[in-house]
């Protein structure tokens, strides 16, 4: 199917009055000398990110019983929340509605990218970035052509349209010029297709590709793709974190651009397995993934300081797994036991695969470091895999009993496999942050961005 995927020609309207609506009074004097330029925009996204999921990572930080909590990143930045309802009846959203409405200010169905319920793509921030002038990127720890960073940059009726994502992002908007000028994250097998292999004709057209995570830190030219793993990239707690070296290397490669062409940038960074590990209902991978993201918004923050002249805005897309921090009537959760697992639930199942069942418990004693009871053992070894199950559906199987067994002893409670229609966390500091202050709708988070950029 052809791509939707378009850029309308806008004129560029650098409005100050709209700008110094929203700025907010900074400790920095130099920012004064700032206000009448359009601020850098960094847009942070925990996919699944609801506030229960930073109280989780709050009291992993913490010393159990010392009687204060460890500092986050999260906690002087706390402005509102927002609802993430789609445009239907059944209030709960999926990753690719939602970012919709973060980047277009508009509402629509589960599985929309960049369009609107009757399928009319709408023009995102980046896509109004773009026209200005700005220079825009994102980053994703998963394939670049998921949902979130695929609803700022195309326009399609379905986010399984995997393959025509990504041919829209690599087609270029006009000869030599694409929608993005860094665009980080996995999702290499589908830019190279047995029917269709992008890479090589990129590269012709002058787009910088690496494939490689250890050459990031050297790559100097723009624009540059960057994929990193055939999709998702490993999940933290099973590998390095990779989100806040991808988020410093975007700062670093944009603000150069900016730096040699005085042009504001856009930045879209995605924290996107904290969905995956809420989806497995996985509390160990949980809490890395979000300690992976509260890492990036140090480098961003740290950003900031140098350059006050730049708007963070920090938001969830849903939150995922109905996650509870107390369990079975136990007023307790253990957070020491949820760190002392060393692997996440997607390895030690792809593993336990590989293995006989008699090596199992030999395998996952290290890993769970829990006091598993026999009975649980006999349910681990005796877990019934359907004889038709392939791949993923094996592992699920196996997935199931470990994820209650863990929560049975963290006293970590879920209530779906899916996500929940709660509120969700709005954070924001810099220039323009009192526009997200208070009880919003996701959409107000778009519009109010599109405004700023206009």
């Known amino acids: 199917m052809s791509s939707l995927n378009f850029l309308t020609p806008f004129r560029i309207i650098l409005a100050t009055s709209v700008i110094l609506s929203g700025c907010t009074q ?9 206000q009448a330029e359009p601020p850098n925009i960094i847009f942070m996204i925990g996919d699944g990110m609801g506030f229960e999921y930073i109280s989780a990572y709050r009291y992993a930080m913490s010393e159990p019983g010392a009687g204060t909590l460890a500092a986050t990143p999260f906690d002087d930045l706390l402005l509102g929340a927002a609802t993430t309802y789609p445009d239907d009846t059944t209030w709960v959203t999926d990753s690719a509605s939602s970012a919709t409405a973060l980047a277009t200010g508009v509402k629509s169905y589960n599985g929309a990218i960049g369009v609107d319920a009757d399928k009319h793509p709408q023009q ?5 970035a773009r026209a200005n002038g700005w220079y825009t990127g994102a980053v994703s720890t998963v394939q670049v052509n998921h949902a979130t960073p695929a609803s ?3 326009h399609h009726p379905s986010r399984k349209m995997y393959e025509a994502i990504a041919d829209s992002l690599a087609t270029p908007v006009q000869p030599g010029v694409w929608s993005f000028d860094v665009l980080l994250g996995g999702g290499y097998r589908y830019f190279n297709r047995d029917d269709k292999n992008w890479l090589p004709e990129l590269e012709q057209q002058g787009m910088q590709v690496i494939t490689e995570f250890e050459q990031l830190a050297t790559t100097t030219t723009t624009p540059l793709l960057g994929l990193f793993a055939p999709v998702a990239l490993p999940a933290a707690i099973d590998d390095q974190p990779r989100l806040a070296t991808m988020t410093e290397n975007a700062l670093r490669l944009l603000s150069a651009k900016q730096q040699e062409q005085q042009q504001p940038f856009a930045l879209m960074i995605e924290g ?8 497995a209902n996985d509390i160990a991978c949980t809490v ?8 990036a918004i140090d480098v961003v923050r740290a950003f900031q300081q140098q350059h006050p002249n730049t708007l963070l805005i920090i938001t969830a897309d849903h939150s995922t797994g109905g996650l509870t921090l107390g369990q079975g009537g136990e007023y307790a959760w253990y957070s020491e036991k949820v760190m002392g697992i060393t692997a996440s639930l997607e390895v030690m199942t792809r593993d336990l695969l590989e293995l006989p069942r008699d090596q199992w418990r030999g395998y996952l004693q290290p890993r769970l470091n829990l006091d598993v009871t026999e009975d649980e053992w006999q349910q681990i070894l005796a877990v019934e895999i359907p004889a038709a199950a392939r791949g993923r559906d094996r592992q ?4 199931k009993v470990l994820a209650a067994v863990i929560s049975t002893h963290t006293r970590t409670g879920w209530t779906t496999t899916g996500h929940t229609a709660v509120d969700v966390p709005v954070m924001a500091i810099g220039p323009g942050s009192e526009a997200f202050r208070g009880y919003q709708d996701n959409t107000d988070i778009g519009k109010a961005l599109l405004k700023l950029i206009r």
């Open 272 to 279: 996107s397995q904290i969905d995956w590990c809420g989806h």
């Open 288 to 295: 890395h993934e979000m300690h992976d993201f509260a890492q």
């Open 124 to 128: 995102s921030i980046m896509e109004l």
């Open 152 to 154: 700022f940059f195309t």
């Open 396 to 399: 699920y199987a196996i997935g």
């Open 26 to 34: 900074t400790n920095d004097k130099s920012s004064e000398q700032h």
